[in-house]
Structures are given as structure tokens and as C-alpha cells.
């Protein structure tokens, strides 16, 4: 904003905003807002400017220049600043494009483990199965070539008998032969 002011005599100005100082009126003045110094060819006119930086829509005013010309206070009819926000299109900076690509890497790297956890598990399940069948096989296998079992007490004293060794054998008992007559007639006196 521009101030041109045509007035003889020593000046001094001071910029306002809604009749308040500007230098009061932003919190960041120093760093926002730059009040060019007043210069001029003619020592009758002074001009100066109001210049600030990243408006927002708080800046919305009407700013005035008001002059001091030896008592006598002159100020114009300002310039009214309408800031309004306008929708800006979103632009992807490269870090919001690397973390969705992190994002998607990460992702696809914990579906990867899940499918291989679930395939593993499969995996495992197919391995008892063939166990199974193997032991069952072998099973088959190992009772086709033994020799049958017979069933019955002979075989089961049979097997006691030669389980406890020497010492559980029974004594077969020798049946005693009986005279027979013609052993009396033989032993006869003559």
C-alpha cells in the first residue's frame, strides 16, 4: 500500500489499522510487515509504503496513512484489504509420497508373511498325514511278516515258564509204572 502525501513542512506518519498502530496491531510485526522510509524529490511531497507478507485472513482492514504536519493531522480515506482463502489444490510432497510408499511396502510385506505362515501350516499338517500313513504302513508291514500267536493256556505257561528261567520250570512228575501180573508170575519161587 502506497501513502503520497503533498503537504510543506516537517512530517512524520504513522500507519494504521482499523485506527489502531500497526506496529500494535500484529504480533509479528518485525518479522510480517515492512514500512518503506518516506522519500521523495520535493521536499513538499512524502512518500512511503506499507508492505506485508503472508496475509491471512486476519489482515482484513482498512489501513490508513496519518500524517503530522507541524500539529495539524491529516490522514486519507485508506485502503480496505479484503483477504480471502482460496482453496489451493493439494500438491504431494515428496514426503507424504514416500511414507505412502513405505506404507504400501510395509503392507505388502506383512500379507507376504501371512500367506507363507499360512502355507507353512499346510505344510505341517501334510507332513503328520504322510507320518501317519508311514507308521500305519510299517505297522502293516512288520505284523504280516511275524509268525501268528497261538491263543490258549499251553502258551501262556510256555511263555511264564521260559520267562522266569531255569528256577520256574516245573518238575514233570515220571508216572510210576504198576505191576503188571507177569511181573508176579517172574518173580515166583519155584
Known amino acids: 500500500m502506497d501513502c503520497t502525501i503533498n503537504a510543506a513542512g516537517a512530517k512524520a506518519y504513522t500507519w494504521l489499522k482499523n485506527n489502531l498502530e500497526v506496529k500494535q496491531a500484529f504480533p509479528t510485526y518485525k518479522i510480517r510487515v515492512t514500512e518503506k522510509k518516506p522519500t521523495s524529490n520535493d521536499p513538499n511531497v512524502l512518500w512511503t509504503s506499507l508492505e506485508i507478507r503472508n496475509v491471512t485472513e486476519c489482515d482484513s ?56 505362515s499360512l502355507l507353512l501350516q499346510q505344510r505341517k499338517k501334510v507332513c503328520i498325514a504322510l507320518q501317519r500313513q508311514f507308521v500305519a504302513y510299517i505297522t502293516e ?50
Open 61 to 116: 482492514a482498512t489501513y490508513y496513512c496519518k500524517v503530522d504536519n507541524v500539529g495539524k493531522i491529516v490522514q486519507g480515506g485508506g485502503t480496505i484489504l479484503t483477504v480471502t482463502r482460496v482453496k489451493e489444490k493439494v500438491k504431494c510432497s515428496i514426503n507424504s509420497v514416500l511414507i505412502g510408499v513405505s506404507a504400501a511396502v510395509i503392507a505388502l510385506l506383512c500379507i507376504s508373511l501371512i500367506v507363507v
Open 141 to 190: 508291514k512288520s505284523t504280516e511278516s511275524l509268525p501268528l500267536k497261538t491263543k490258549g493256556r499251553h502258551k501262556r505257561r510256555e511263555e511264564s515258564a521260559s520267562s522266569s528261567g531255569q528256577a520256574g520250570k516245573k518238575k514233570k512228575r515220571k508216572v510210576k509204572e504198576l505191576p503188571t501180573s507177569s511181573d508176579y508170575v517172574q518173580g515166583a519161587r519155584p
